[in-house]
């Protein structure tokens, strides 16, 4: 606080000397009588100045939902909510003395917000209400996740008065169930969420413009509606070839190109001129109304600094909006204070430009007044002159003194640990639905699930400020079984375009259309990794139908095919059995490097109506022109029945080299052939091109009626199925259970049988039960082990009989005999040494069994009360 003191008596005493120069230079210029009228105030100057600050009406939004103390519940909250620790007392009054200094050192500056109450009425230090969480879902490890989810999961609740910081703080765990809260509560959960995500944030304490307390977006671009900079390309010019043709001589008039280009320039000014004018109408129509309160209005939002996670350059967070805003933007006023977990701070600095001349360097004590000595932030250097007078060791030591005894710990934090549910992240928005009003534009928001179709956000834009007339709409979707992503509806044009996510049954990535009846206008974009045949892209009118391919092996890239009307029938038929005719069809192929150029075929051009096929090849590296052939087709027989021979005017070629081969008639034959093979090909492929868009129809339409919804298995609240079968299985189980349990029968019910029914048990009966069990169980017992006994002495008798066969032929046998002899003895060994460990276990706990069985008799309560003179 010594710098702190010192600048504020400079600046006292300067005060002090102009105003006594000023109170001189006035008593010398004006006349008395004038200083006396204007000493004095009258009752009517005292009531216009009433009446003037009457009218000045402080706006505050009707309907917003308030938190009150009627609305918490503070029975339930821990010890910590509802009391101080001896720390935080030493803390409080640490606080006091400070705010108490500050007050007195800067009488003109507010008050200072410090330690407000909680919602259990308690005084608690601003500093201790932040908690620092990380939260475990991935969207919240960014700010702007963070930023997002505080503004949407809240709902803004007007400070009382906007004039002044709250008197109440409440914790981030109540703000969080009550999902509302002012911009103080908005700023402490966000901050404690950056703080935990690793961020060097703070909660800042200042004053803020009208549209930014309030809310008001009304003026302010939608985010969704700022397109992305397109990056141009600058193509380098070729280099003039050396042997190049001059281009032809120009004969136009230069007076008319003069001429022209001056008219242009003119309509082009004109143009420009009613641009701006129409311009300045629209920023006079938004422009908002003088705000009374202009750099009065209290508000709070978050500081991040530079340095951590990376971040370059330290920016504003809106926590009502979740933007972020330059540090020099003018919707920022003015900073009083700012704190985060450690330490608070108070700004030393002139606002008089807004906070773009602020430096935000906490380690300087002359700009950053800090409360506590023990922060984290570096200090500046000391003088020299102040180096050279601390050599001593004694100065030394009694500045460790010092500095030990000034030095306070932050206590740690009051909140309980932030925690947000999976259903409560999910949800977000209060009662799931959030709207925004943007500058002509509407942003509508619901969670997950909300609704049927899977719609989760919607952008509306509007031709005028009014929001009248829909100019268009995008809705975006989740969950949705037919990966519908985004439907973008475009009204001017009236065309609609949905994109989607891969996994779509057709493979379908976009669809532009602007109905859905097939021989339409439209353009359907394809995952072509999705596909076998690799289609890209299908573009469709009613007249053609142009497709583009990647990645197929005889490397077609282009096919576009041409219709004609369709031949009217007199029995009513459907689009599939009277598809329409094609009279052109134009194929394009990429070029194949195991072909020569003169060989590979660069497009083809099947021309169904003049019953003729073109052909272009490719272009060698080194030829400017390209080999061309045309082929006329005829029908194999004439009128009369005869086959008609291949003659030499039913090919017209160009050939850049001309070969002897390609000249013969049978070559051509056989390429004539080859393509009207082809052409059959794809003419075929072109109509299941068309069935396919029919199909593709129709499954969009059964879709957009269906709008089914994808569940996860894991959300065991929503998927019906799942649910379902968990019922069943622990049906299953518990019937199981029942099963096991009704299998476990009672050892005395075979004997209990035997007696008359009805009569009650004596001790003669009794006693006989008991022997009868017993010998029944010996017996099993001694069964058992005969059993067990048997088994190994017969395994014993086949192995030596095996073993006897194996010497008796021991010469005579084959490697596969052996091999089945070795095998055969290894798994009698096997079994042989089981059966003699079961039968070493049965005998060592036949005996145990005998004795747990006589215990259980004793203890069974039907025979316990005969038995116990016995026992």
């Given at each position: 606080m010594e710098v702190l003191r010192e600048k504020v008596e400079e600046e006292e005493a300067a005060e002090r000397e102009e105003a006594a120069e000023r109170a001189e230079r006035m008593e010398k210029t004006r006349p008395v009588e004038v200083q006396k009228e204007e000493t004095i105030l009258t009752q009517e100057m005292l009531r216009d100045l009433e009446k003037k600050l009457s009218e000045i009406k402080i706006p505050i939004p009707a309907g917003t939902p308030v938190i009150t103390e009627d609305t918490i519940d503070v029975s339930n909250l821990p010890l910590s909510y509802k009391t101080n620790t001896p720390k935080e007392e030493h803390l409080l009054q640490v606080a006091d003395n400070f705010s108490r200094q500050y007050s007195h050192l800067c009488p003109d500056r507010v008050p200072l917000f410090l330690h407000p109450l909680n919602e259990c009425e308690v005084p608690k230090f601003v500093s201790t209400t932040i908690r620092p969480t990380l939260m475990p879902y991935p969207d919240l490890y960014n700010w702007d996740g963070c930023a997002n989810f505080v503004s949407d999961f809240l709902t803004k609740v007007p400070l009382p008065d906007p004039l002044k910081p709250p008197s109440h703080l409440y914790s981030s765990t109540t703000v969080l169930k009550q999902q509302k809260g002012n911009c103080f509560d908005f700023s402490t959960l966000l901050c404690s969420m950056l703080l935990g995500a690793g961020y060097d944030a703070y909660c800042v304490n200042g004053y803020g413009s009208q549209a930014l307390c309030n809310m008001d977006l009304t003026r302010e671009v939608c985010p969704l509606t700022v397109k992305p900079k397109e990056t141009v390309k600058t193509k380098e010019k070729a280099q003039?070839?050396?042997?190049?043709?001059?281009?032809?001589?120009?004969?136009?008039?230069?007076?008319?190109?003069?001429?022209?280009?001056?008219?242009?320039?003119?309509?082009?000014?004109?143009k420009e001129k009613q641009q701006r004018e129409e311009e300045e109408r629209l920023l006079e129509a938004e422009k908002a109304k003088p705000d009374p309160l202009h750099g009065l209005r209290v508000h709070?939002?978050?500081?991040?600094?530079?340095?951590?996670?990376?971040?370059?350059?330290?920016?504003?967070?809106?926590?009502?909006?979740?933007?972020s805003y330059s540090s020099q933007d003018d919707h920022f006023l003015g900073i009083e204070s700012l704190w985060n977990h450690r330490n608070y701070w108070i700004n030393m600095q002139d606002c008089w430009n807004c906070c773009k001349d602020l430096v935000f360097d906490l380690g300087d004590p002359v700009r950053w007044e800090y409360m506590l000595l023990g922060t984290d932030k570096p200090q500046l250097s000391l003088m020299e002159e102040e180096d050279e007078g601390l050599n001593d060791d004694d100065d030394i030591e009694d500045l460790g003194k010092e500095t030990e005894d000034k030095s306070f710990d932050m206590p740690s934090s009051w909140v309980e640990q932030i925690t947000i549910s999976p259903e409560a992240f999910e949800t977000r928005c209060p009662n799931g639905k959030k709207v925004l009003q943007y500058r002509r534009a509407r942003l509508e928001k619901w969670a997950p699930y909300l609704n049927s179709?899977?719609?989760?956000?919607?952008?509306?834009?509007?031709?005028?400020?009014?929001?009248?007339?829909?100019?268009?709409?995008?809705?975006?979707?989740?969950?949705?079984?037919?990966?519908?992503?985004?439907?973008?509806?475009?009204?001017?044009?009236?065309?609609?375009?949905?994109?989607f996510r891969p996994g779509h049954p057709q493979a379908l990535r976009v669809h532009v259309y602007k109905t859905m009846q097939p021989e339409n206008d439209r353009i359907m974009e394809f995952y072509e990794t999705a596909r076998v045949d690799g289609l890209i892209k299908r573009e469709e009118t009613p007249r053609t139908m142009t497709e583009y391919y990647q990645g197929r092996p005889d490397f077609l890239s282009y096919r576009h095919i041409n219709f004609g009307p369709r031949v009217k029938k007199l029995t009513s038929a459907s689009t599939e059995s009277n598809p329409r005719p094609m009279t052109k069809i134009t194929e394009r192929f990429s070029r194949n490097p195991a072909k020569p150029a003169d060989e590979d075929v660069a497009e083809r051009v099947f021309l169904i109506a003049d019953e003729r096929i073109q052909l272009r090849?490719?272009?060698?590296?080194?030829?400017?022109?390209?080999?061309?052939?045309?082929?006329?087709?005829?029908?194999?027989?004439?009128?009369?029945?005869?086959?008609?021979?291949?003659?030499?005017?039913?090919?017209?070629?160009?050939?850049?080299?001309?070969?002897?081969?390609?000249?013969k008639l049978l070559y051509q034959y056989e390429t004539m052939m080859h393509l009207k093979n082809e052409e059959k090909l794809s003419k075929h492929q072109a109509w299941e091109s068309e069935l396919e868009v029919l199909e593709i129809l129709k499954l969009r339409e059964e879709e957009e009626e269906a709008h089914t919804l994808n569940i996860s298995i894991y959300d065991t609240k929503r998927n019906e199925k799942s649910k379902e079968y968990r019922e069943a299985m622990e049906r299953v189980m518990h019937e199981e259970h029942l099963r096991q349990v009704e299998a476990q029968l009672d050892y005395l019910a075979p004997f209990l049988a035997q007696l008359p029914p009805g009569e009650k048990l004596t001790r003669m009966q009794a006693v006989h039960l008991k022997d009868e069990c017993l010998s029944d169980f010996k017996q099993r017992l001694i069964d058992k082990a005969n059993l067990i006994q048997a088994r190994f002495e017969k395994e014993n008798q086949e192995l030596q009989k095996q073993q006897q066969w194996y010497q008796e032929n021991q010469v005579t046998l084959t490697p596969e005999d052996e091999d089945l002899y070795l095998s055969y003895c290894s798994q009698a060994m096997f079994r042989i040494r089981i059966l003699e460990q079961r039968l070493n276990r049965h005998k060592e706990l036949a005996p145990l069994k005998y004795l747990a069985l006589e215990e259980k008799l004793y203890k069974d309560p039907r025979l316990a009360e005969f038995l116990k003179v016995l026992a």
């Open positions: 003039p070839k050396k042997y190049t043709i001059k281009p032809p001589r120009d004969l136009t008039s230069r007076f008319e190109q003069q001429q022209e280009i001056k008219k242009q320039k003119e309509a082009k000014a004109q709070c939002w978050v500081l991040v600094l530079s340095g951590k996670r990376e971040v370059p350059e330290s920016f504003f967070i809106d926590p009502f909006t979740g933007r179709n899977g719609l989760v956000c919607r952008l509306t834009t509007y031709e005028d400020l009014e929001c009248t007339k829909i100019l268009e709409v995008k809705e975006w979707y989740q969950n949705r079984e037919d990966t519908l992503e985004l439907k973008h509806i475009n009204n001017s044009s009236g065309l609609h375009t949905d994109y090849y490719h272009c060698r590296d080194d030829y400017i022109t390209a080999s061309k052939r045309e082929f006329l087709q005829r029908s194999e027989v004439d009128s009369k029945g005869n086959k008609i021979i291949m003659t030499s005017d039913m090919c017209i070629s160009f050939e850049v080299e001309p070969m002897e081969h390609t000249k």
